[in-house]
C-alpha cells in the first residue's frame, strides 16, 4: 500500500507533462517522481478516446507498480475525454489528479469576470470540458475555445523560440475566436514551453494560464490533506519512455536541471 514515501506518477503523451513534473519538484522537493511520457503513441489530441484510454490504463498500471501514491494525469486530453474511466480504474490504489479541475478552479477565483480564450487539442476543445466547467463555476462566463493541433507537434519536434514556432503560433493566435480574449488558458501542457512567445505574440496584455503551478500546489493541498506528504528526500526521481525521441532528454534535463537517465519501456507487447 503506498504511504507518503510512495513516489508520485505522472504521465503525458511526451515532454508536455514535464512542465507539471517540474512544478511539482519545485514545490514539493522532498518528493520522488516517476514520469512516463508516451512518446510512441503522440500525439494523443487526435487520437480515438478508447486508444485514450487504453494507453492510459496501461501507463496507471505501470505507475501503480511502482507503488504511486498519486497518478497525475499531466494531460489535458486525457483530463478531458477519459478522466472518469480513468478514476474508476485508479481508485482506491492511489489519487487520481488531472490537470483541469484545478485551473478551472483557480481562473474562476482569480479572474472571476474575464474573457476567456482556450487552446488546445483537437480532442480538449471538441470535448467542450472548459467552457462546461468554467461555466458552471462562473454562470454567463464568456468563453471561446480554438484547436491548437499543430502546437504539441511542434515542440516535441523542438521547434521553440524560433521562426518556425513564431509562425505557427501568430497564425493560430490571431484568429478571431480569440479576439476580446482577457485570459487566456494553455490547455495542453506542452504550451508552457512557448509560453513566453504566447506573451509576447500579445504584448504582455493578455492574462496567460497554464497548469504547472496551479497542479502542483493543488497536488501539495491533497498530499497535506491525506497526511501523504514526504519528509526526507525520496528514491531518485525516474522518467520512463516508450519511445525514444530526440528532443525528450534534452528538455528534460532542462527542466530539472540535472542528468536525466531515460529508459524506454514497451507496454503494449
Ligand atoms: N500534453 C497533452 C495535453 O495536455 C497532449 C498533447 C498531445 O499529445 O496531443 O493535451
Redesign the pocket.
Known sequence: MADNKSPIGIF??????LTVASAVKQLLPLESIVYFG?TA???????SPEAILYYSKRITDFLLGHDCKVILA???????TIWDELCRYTVSNAIPVN?IDPVVSSISQQYPGSSFGII?????ISSGAYPEKIQRLIPGAKVSSMAT?LL??MI?EGFVDDDVSNAIIRTYLSDDRLKGTETLIL?????PIIRNQIIKYFDYKVNVVD?AMIVASHLRGILESKKLISNSPGNEDRFFVSDYTDYFGQIAEKFFKKQIVLKRVDLWR
Open positions: 503525458d503523451s511526451g515532454v508536455g507533462g508516451d503513441h503522440l500525439p494523443y489530441g487526435d487520437k499531466a494531460c489535458n486530453t486525457v483530463s478531458a490537470v488546445g487539442t483537437k480532442n480538449t493541433p504539441a507537434p516535441e490547455g495542453c501542457t506542452h504550451y497548469s
